[in-house]
């Protein structure tokens, strides 16, 4: 049987006094690969960055497991954290920091491996992204996509639980984009984490996705729930099929060039 | 030629707009569309024999079509080519947002004096708690059990350090002369030439040497440090670091303002010394001797000039970090936050500075020092 690994019950996010979505409920089981869609504006990244205790909800809870985030002190809220990978919108890598520095700073902040064995760890996920010999270089001397694989490289360190990515295929091209996808795909299955993704990059939620929730910015509510190949043609909204329809065809068109 | 614009109301309650509208002085429509929301049923508009169409027009037909929207009035536009119904439908398509701005900057209001007031209070409110948590951050590193790193400690002591000499050495020795000068002119009346040794030193030590390298470093290294901050807030570097279980008050605030704790009064020193020295020059061409002038400053220099000054540099370097760090750490998530960030870094850290100084100044008259 399988468990939920986050349960989100009712979650009301806003910004000050500016509603962005209400009565957001979902769950999201182990082994999911799970996205978060919908339109620009309408709350996606907003709902991550509550998923992941960066903002804090108006109304509602968040619980990982058996532990309510929501109402977590600062330090249970670390234990959890430990077991996530997180990648961010602009890849979030420290600019100060070198790949490898980058990528050691939750293997030193979490684990006790000794210096060597932090550098072979680091060495061994930069070569899973396909970026060993990158360790001495600097975000802002390599590509957006590099950033992005780098970026991954640091979020699977610990070899996570639950991974989350922030759009991250947004900026790259449809050939780099598909590569991360599968690059997504192939990490999640060799560790068996849950993938939790934020995404309007209509061809990565056909390859990937399992299961998905869609947001509207207009209602500010989650209208449709399930697996995105059957919202496509059942989802009672015609915006969802609209929206999923455009995704099929863009990855058809992805698919012939 | 077409004919000339022209705008009227008909007997059965149409506006009837007919000819060129291109033309420069057009019929205003405002009082006969205030005529037509008096009448009963839709509101028709005959736009038939218009021959030219022209944005102006288009706008007040937009404006009509709001207003009777806002009356709950219908609207029928007569004899609109198909071009011109294609761009109302488009304009009409999505209702006016009502709200408004979340940020509207008024230009060239005047503030009054309250609400500044209020929002300088505010303001140091927000820097004292900035303090309180950098404090316990700072006081958690003291005690090892910090996320700070050595390499970024480095990196800070290497910016607000040596990096500054450059520019620290020329405005000392500068602001020695003019200690100089504005004293020489003075004193040299009353034949007192010499006690521009005297001035020079105290001025430098106790006020000069401490207030003018804090005001190039709140420019220099404050805005550095704001600008840093709020770059890496745009990035999600902070959210990384933060998820990351890193404090980033330990891991980026701290290192920065210990290294500009230690590196201040260094500076100050280096300073005093070099304003001194600018001072012995324009003392040699008023016709004070090297001699003269060292054996002045023997007895002008005391170790209480000379703390008051040092003591000002870490004030004040505590004030530029906190001033720095608070306005990056605190900046918005996108580019225009950055120059922002950097700007109120510098203005706040700049007040901060005077009046720490006029208080301390104040503070030492009262107690004697």
């Not at chain 1, 984009?177 to 997504?184: C, Q």
């Not at chain 1, 998905?212 to 729930?225: H, P, T, V």
Request: glycine share 8%.
């Amino acid at each position: 049987m399988t468990e939920a690994v986050i349960s989100v019950r009712e979650l009301t996010m806003a910004y000050g006094s500016r509603l962005i979505q209400q009565d957001v409920s979902f769950d999201v089981m182990r082994g999911d690969i799970f996205v978060i869609m919908g339109g620009s504006g309408c709350g996606k990244s907003t709902l991550l960055k509550h998923l992941l205790g960066l903002l804090e909800p108006a109304k509602g809870e968040i619980v990982y497991g058996e532990q309510n985030f929501t109402r977590s002190g600062p330090g249970e809220r670390q234990k959890l954290r430990q077991n996530w990978g997180i990648t961010y919108q602009s890849g979030g890598l420290i600019s100060a920091m070198s790949l490898a520095d980058n990528v050691a700073l939750p293997l030193e902040q979490y684990s006790n491996y000794s210096k060597a064995d932090i550098r072979d760890i680091v060495a061994l996920k930069l070569a899973l992204v396909g970026l060993d010999g990158y360790q001495e270089f600097l975000p802002a001397e390599i590509s957006g996509g590099m950033r992005k694989r780098a970026a991954l490289a640091r979020a699977i360190a610990l070899d996570p639980d639950i991974l989350f990515f922030d759009e991250p295929s947004a900026g790259l091209d449809p050939i780099s984009s598909r590569r991360l996808d599968d690059l997504i795909l192939q990490l999640k299955e060799s560790t068996g984490a849950s993938v939790v993704m934020v995404t309007h990059e209509l061809p990565s939620i056909f390859a990937i996705a399992n299961n998905a929730i869609y947001l509207d910015a207009d209602s500010k509510r989650m209208i449709e729930s399930g697996n995105p190949s059957w919202m496509r043609e059942h989802s009672e909204h015609a915006v969802v099929r609209q929206f999923l329809n455009r995704a099929a065809e863009q990855a058809a068109a992805g698919g012939d060039s | 030629m077409s004919e000339s614009a022209t705008a009227s109301l008909s007997a059965d309650d149409q506006l009837l707009i007919a000819g060129d509208w291109s033309a420069a002085v057009l019929p205003t429509l405002d009082s006969l569309f205030t005529t037509l929301l008096e009448t009963e049923g839709p509101l028709k508009v005959d736009v038939t024999s218009v021959t030219v169409w022209d944005p102006r027009l288009e706008a007040k037909l937009l404006h009509l079509q709001r207003l009777a929207y806002a009356g709950q009035r219908q609207l029928e536009l007569l004899g609109t080519p198909d071009s011109q119904t294609q761009l109302f439908k488009l304009a009409t398509a999505v209702a006016p947002y009502a709200g408004t701005a979340a940020t509207s900057s008024g230009l060239f209001t005047l503030k009054n004096l309250r609400s500044t007031l209020a929002d300088i209070g505010d303001d140091l409110l927000e820097s004292l708690e900035f303090l309180g948590a950098t404090t316990s951050a700072v006081l958690r590193t003291l005690l090892g059990r910090s996320g700070m790193r050595r390499r970024e400690f480095i990196e800070s002591l290497a910016q607000a350090g040596p990096q500054a000499m450059g520019i620290i050495t020329l405005t000392s020795v500068l602001v020695g002369m003019i200690l100089a000068y504005l004293g020489a002119a003075q004193l040299q009346q009353f034949g007192a030439a010499v006690f521009v040794a005297d001035l020079v030193a105290i001025g430098m030590l106790r006020e000069m040497g401490a207030l003018m390298t804090a005001i190039v470093m709140a420019g220099r290294t404050g805005a550095a440090y704001a600008a840093q901050l709020s770059t890496m807030q745009t990035n999600e570097e902070i959210d990384a670091i933060t998820t990351l279980g890193i404090n980033p008050l330990e891991f980026l605030v701290v290192p920065r303002m210990l290294a500009l704790l230690l590196m201040m009064p260094l500076l100050v020193v280096y300073a005093d010394a070099l304003g001194i020295v600018g001072g012995a020059v324009v003392a040699g061409g008023m016709g004070v001797t090297p001699l003269q002038y060292i054996s002045q400053l023997d007895s002008a220099i005391t170790i209480t000039h000379f703390l008051v000054g040092v003591v000002k540099g870490l004030i004040f370097a505590l004030l530029i970090a906190i001033a720095g760090c608070r306005a990056g750490m605190n900046a918005g998530r996108n580019s225009e936050a950055v120059g922002r960030a950097t700007t109120e870094a510098v203005v706040t850290a700049v007040v901060y500075l005077i009046v720490a100084d006029a208080a301390i100044n104040i503070l030492c008259q009262l107690l004697g020092i």
